[in-house]
């Protein structure tokens, strides 16, 4: 592992968190994004184009928002693949759809490069701290091997199989935290309609059976006004929600709880919120029920 150079491509909202820990521990990153100074502020050495980058890193990590941008990284005329070359290793750690992961997959396995999809959970605090989980699919041999760079940004790592198979659980994971806020949302709407006090509520949900990470982590904040910004957008979990249904639905399964979390994020998107993260899907639902806000600066003052 000594020497192998460390390129990434898309340092945005985790992207540039994971850039930023990797180079506080001391190591150099080429760093490429549509916006430069995404790259000058994690403290990342400026590609001039994510081409550049392969062609001088010997382990690229790719944190982009969705199948469609990765695809247009690494299929395109200047992107990845031409650029690729064996020897090298390619890390897909957005949130991707498992069948495009494995087409890619193949296609890199055609110039002996592995390809390593490696979702990441924990969002944008434990990203900061460099403690998030990874989900992992592809070559063992090849995660053994970019382990220690991983580990700059990610506490705990989990191989999971074949290529695919870590962004697929990494679809399962957010389609249950879809659902866990945007319940959470819901009842916690009703509870300040109904005249309770939020913070004895969240006591008692933490007490009982509806405890969640979203009673845990999210709501103790938001009650007071603080809606734990940099997290993912309404537009990114929505999108998140719809790939779950097509992972299940090319599985056979059937999705009997998507409808909730789908329409909860489609709202928020509707009303204005859809660059805004996620935790002001609360606010929608408040919106279309009377207006109603967790927080009001008046009471509190």
């Known amino acids: ?162 290529s695919g198979a870590g962004h697929a659980a990494k679809l399962l994971n957010n389609f249950l935290n879809a659902i866990a806020l945007s319940a959470t949302a819901e009842v916690m709407i009703a509870g300040k309609k109904a005249g309770l006090d939020l913070q004895v509520l969240l006591d008692v949900l933490n007490s009982s059976s509806g405890v969640n990470f979203a009673t845990l982590n999210r709501f103790p904040k938001i009650i007071h006004g603080d809606y734990l910004k940099g997290g993912l957008t309404n537009t990114l979990m929505l999108k998140d929600v719809m790939a779950y249904t097509d992972l299940v639905a090319g599985l056979g399964v059937a999705s009997l709880h998507s409808s909730g979390p789908m329409a909860a994020f489609g709202l928020a998107k509707a009303l204005g919120y859809a660059e805004e993260i996620s935790n002001t899907v609360v606010d929608a639902i408040g919106d279309v029920s009377g207006g109603i806000r967790l927080h009001d600066p008046k009471e509190s003052a």
């Open 1 to 162: 592992m000594t020497g192998q150079r460390v390129g990434f491509i898309g340092l945005g909202n985790m992207g540039g968190r994971m850039t930023g820990c990797l180079v506080r521990d001391g190591v150099e990153v080429l760093g490429f994004d549509t916006r430069t100074e995404n790259v000058t502020g994690a403290g990342a050495k400026l590609a001039e184009s994510a081409a550049d980058v392969v062609r001088d890193a010997d382990i690229v990590l790719l944190s982009l928002p969705s199948s469609r941008v990765v695809e247009a990284v690494v299929l395109g005329d200047e992107g990845v693949l031409r650029a690729a070359r064996e020897g090298q290793i390619i890390v897909d750690l957005s949130t991707s759809d498992p069948a495009s992961t494995r087409r890619i997959h193949g296609l890199l396995a055609e110039r002996a490069v592995p390809y390593v999809d490696a979702g990441i959970s924990g969002g944008a605090a434990a990203a900061e701290k460099g403690e998030l989980t990874l989900m992992v699919g592809g070559e063992q041999e090849a995660l053994d091997e970019i382990r220690p760079v991983l580990d700059h940004f990610a506490a705990k790592i989990f191989y999971l199989g074949g």
